[in-house]
């Protein structure tokens, strides 16, 4: 076993790379961590990705008692469906109706329910994003092409501690008669966040 | 232990500020709010970050804001727009 990061395709390293090998190092140095810690955790990040996420929604929308234990307790709940959270942060489901619209950031780091969803988009962990999605959440979902109706209230949850936040999104007019798989295409990974709806039908 | 604080209670954050790695945002401290709900207890950040053991565990509590009570005019939506938190409880205080 080797401390030393495998050396880099591109001579040129941007300052983020530069500092995340800086920190990572010191990790080990200081035995915070091991490589095989390291390999560990992101193996487990990229074992899932936004379909997970999304299967859990398509249930949500199908089965009303699984809504029902979703927005109540999400951890036993995606368990049923196979999903093991770790143990070290809870999951909290937030449900997207015609009346309130919920938008997720971490605006201290870059939390992020990533045992459904795998790791995080780079716009989320970026400052401008943290800054941004509190104070003027609708210009952020604007440019993301999400114009709310002016009787929407807009939720925005800041996920500052050991909960991460998934967004229940609307089920999309139109979809009624698919079935569990079809449903899961309707279902994105940035409608999942909250800066986007679900797909309708027509678009996938 | 604890303040006696219940779902639906209204709170303020501690408007104090300190040195070491904590997780409140400087946006809601000083301002009210209203409790919806106790996560559970869990370790503490402040002493965890730091080498410690983060024990006793302290109570999360789910705090939702009005956006203009944080950012004033300067807020652009509805007046009934909110802003949820996580807070653990040593920084709530019952106004």
Known sequence: MTDEHPPLIHAERSRRAVRIL???RLLIEKDVVTTDELDDIIVRARARTPADGAKVVARAWLDRAFRERLLGDARTAVADLGYQLSHDAELAVVENTVDVHHLVVC?????????????PPDWYKSFAYRQRAVVEPRAVLREFGLELADDVRVR????????????????????????????????????????????????? | MGIGIRAGDAVTVRSIEVDHHHRTPWFVKGKPGK????????????????????????????????????????YRGRADDVLVVDLFEHWLDRP
């Open chain 1, 22 to 24: 800086a920190i990572r």
């Open chain 2, 35 to 74: 409790v919806r709900l106790v996560h559970g207890a869990f370790f503490n950040p402040e002493s965890r970050a730091h080498g410690g053991d983060g024990l006793p565990k302290r109570r999360l509590w789910q705090v939702e804001f009005l956006q203009k009570d944080i950012w004033g005019a300067r």
């Open chain 1, 107 to 119: 605006t201290l780091c870059s939390c992020y329910p990533t045992s459904l969803l795998g790791p």
């Open chain 1, 156 to 204: 925005v949850v800041d996920s500052t501690a050991d909960v991460r936040y998934l967004v229940l999104p609307r089920r999309p007019a139109g979809s009624e008669g698919l079935g569990e798989d079809a449903l899961a295409q309707l279902v994105t990974r940035d409608s999942m966040i909250g800066v986007a709806e679900a797909r309708s039908r027509d678009r996938v």
